[in-house]
């Protein structure tokens, strides 16, 4: 279990309601950006920056202090498929009645583009999607519109461990995601009865939740409220020879 630090620098750059964001992330997955070892004990919050883009990232406690790291004119922010680690976790939840198939990716670090001084954050990851044909996502009365040619491909068995594994590819062919993914009881009979699954990103903190579909749907719920989720529907298949 990781407790996380937070320095003085840190707090005054990211101000009350941007470092109330990067605190939400969950550390139970995360790597160290230095050693790149699991986090674990004294975690320091580290923010690196030119002025107009932030990235948090986490270190051990004796990798390093919880500073603010002055970055040069280069430092831009990558698509998050790029440059960031991030979980997915699948779920089977209401919406407005209709049991429908998600998939949440969350990126373990945070970046951020600063936008008009300290406490006004916008995620890249959101930032990034809403580019990418998703929608901001208020309320989960109903599926967020489908993000054209964004597919899901489905690997049952064939993760990096043996475990069921997920590629979601971006327009361009990219790879937004590729990873394992545990599928729980229903979510391929939904995926298949629709041909398609909701894929939500944001800051949600689902990493304990896993199991437990109505606190992920209050978590999201919460992500929506406060602006920090992004959705659409993407296409979802599994391919021929693999899986059943």
């Known amino acids: 279990m990781a407790d996380l630090r937070i320095g003085p620098e840190v707090r005054a750059l990211l101000g009350p309601e941007g470092l109330a964001r990067a605190a939400e992330v969950s550390l139970t997955t995360g790597q160290c950006a230095d050693c790149q070892k699991p986090l674990t004990g004294m975690v320091n919050m580290v923010a690196r920056t030119n002025g107009a883009f932030t990235h948090v990232v986490y270190v051990h406690e004796q990798c390093g202090p919880s500073e603010v790291v002055q970055m040069g004119p ?9 440059g960031y680690a991030m979980i997915m976790t699948a779920a089977v939840l209401d919406h407005g009645g209709a049991d429908l198939p998600v998939l949440i990716a969350e990126t373990v670090s945070k970046a951020y583009i600063v936008n008009d001084g300290p406490g006004e954050l916008t995620s890249v990851l959101t ?4 580019g990418e044909g998703f929608t901001l996502v208020s309320r989960l009365r109903q599926a967020p519109p489908p993000a054209p040619q964004w597919v899901g491909v489905l690997l049952l068995g064939h993760g990096p461990s043996g475990e069921d594994g997920l590629l979601v590819l971006d327009p361009q062919g990219g790879q937004f995601y590729a990873g394992s ?4 009881d229903g979510w391929l009979t939904q995926a298949a009865r629709y041909g398609w699954a909701v894929l939500y990103a944001g800051t949600v903190g689902l990493a304990e939740l896993r199991a437990d579909d109505r606190a992920a749907t209050k978590a999201l719920r919460r992500a929506a409220q406060a602006g920090q989720l992004v959705g659409a529907r993407i296409a979802v298949g599994t391919p021929p020879g693999i899986g059943t």
């Open 127 to 130: 930032s990034h999607l809403l």
């Open 181 to 184: 993914v545990e599928l729980p």
């Open 74 to 82: 280069d430092f831009d922010p990558a698509p998050p498929a790029d």
